[in-house]
């Protein structure tokens, strides 16, 4: 019901910028909360930031006054505007958002990833 499309990932030095954009696709449900997480090898996936279909936003302590999330146009578009990166950055990024039918939740659905790696 919800296909998402990653793109923007690459590679950039420390002290960088990177803009990540995701796309879904919905079938029949509507999406609420959209986001993206991060995983390092050895690590597990974790949180970066999340933006509500409202413009809530929550961001992980580890990026916050250096990433922003934004809602695009059309709504079903979230973006990951990243910078002053650093090495510690560096992962798969996951584009993440739920699905909605009416005032049921229904599953989370997942991006493939993209990998954005920062260099010292």
């Known amino acids: 019901q919800v296909q998402l499309v990653e793109s923007g990932g690459g590679l950039v030095q420390a002290g960088g910028s990177l803009t990540l954009s995701c796309t879904a696709t919905?079938?029949?449900?509507?999406?609420?909360?959209m986001g993206w997480y991060r995983q390092s090898p050895g690590k597990e996936r974790e949180l970066v930031a999340t933006?509500?279909?409202?413009?809530?936003?929550n961001l992980a302590d580890s990026v916050k006054g250096r990433f922003t999330i934004a809602r695009g146009n059309p709504n079903s578009e979230v973006h990951l505007i990243m910078n002053s990166l650093e090495p510690e950055d560096t992962g798969v990024y996951y584009c993440?958002?739920?699905?909605?039918?009416?005032?049921?939740?229904?599953?989370?659905?997942w991006g493939q990833g993209t990998q954005v790696t920062v260099s010292s």
């Open positions: 993440k958002a739920d699905s909605w039918l009416g005032k049921t939740r229904g599953s989370d659905y």
């Open positions: 919905v079938s029949i449900v509507s999406i609420n909360v």
């Open positions: 933006i509500s279909r409202e413009g809530r936003t």
